[in-house]
T-cell receptor
């Protein structure tokens, strides 16, 4: 079945550091890929998405590129801020799976001032 | 445009009782998904409703059930509550057709004592 694996956290960075959170997936067909963010005490917000190979999703300085050859969708940001502290979930959704979203385990990011 | 709404925000029940959680999707969205986010266990798919019918369910016992109303809002019912049912329950909605992304509500935190 479909699955998502992302790097374990927590990840602790200083403000303005470069962020990478690795994510790989297993899926049949052609899934869409997502990054969701969950701030403390809140629900999930869609951060960015990519719907086909080589698509790059971007939002709020975060980027991720859909790499079919490596089945990866790594999240990057060039300069993190304290306000980026949150849990980040990599996810996929496909028609085969009834459009339900399969999530990775989540990576908690702490950014220190 | 109003987002996905869920009620109540918090719910405290005792073991053996029943809990009812409610979700209103984004206007025009016909699919509703329920997920459980238990501490340390990530996000697990529970149920998918579309056009009033249950389309898919995750690996949860039958005491987790629900329904979707003609206005596409949805209820999640959990019978015979157990301590391990304590979790954040997230509802998400999806638009018609082949769109993949889901939009999440803020969640209902259920505590079973």
């Amino acid at each position: 079945g479909n699955s998502v694996t992302q790097m374990e956290g927590p990840v602790t960075l200083s403000e303005e550091a470069f962020l990478t959170i690795n994510c790989t997936y297993t899926a049949t067909g052609y899934p869409s890929l997502f990054w969701y963010v969950q701030y403390p005490g809140e629900g999930l917000q869609l951060l960015l998405k990519a719907t086909k190979a080589d698509d790059k999703g971007s939002n709020k300085g975060f980027e991720a590129t859909y790499r079919k050859e490596t089945t990866s969708f790594h999240l990057e940001k060039g300069s993190v801020q304290v306000s980026d502290s949150a849990v980040y979930f990599c996810a996929l959704s496909s028609r085969d799976g009834g459009f339900k979203t399969i999530f990775g385990a989540g990576t908690r990011l702490f950014v220190k001032a | 445009e109003a987002g996905v709404t869920q009620s109540p925000t918090h719910l405290i029940k005792t073991r053996g009782q029943q809990a009812t959680l409610r979700c209103s999707p984004i206007s025009g969205h016909t699919s509703v998904y329920w997920y459980q986010q238990a501490l340390g266990l990530g996000l697990q798919f529970l149920l998918w409703y579309d056009e009033g019918e249950e389309r898919n369910r995750g690996n949860f016992p039958p005491r987790f059930s629900g329904r979707q109303f003609p206005n596409y809002s949805s209820e999640l019912n959990v019978n015979a509550l157990e301590l391990e049912d304590s979790a954040l329950y997230l509802c998400a909605s999806r638009g018609r057709g082949g769109t993949y992304e889901q939009y999440f509500g803020p969640g209902t935190r259920l505590t079973v004592t």
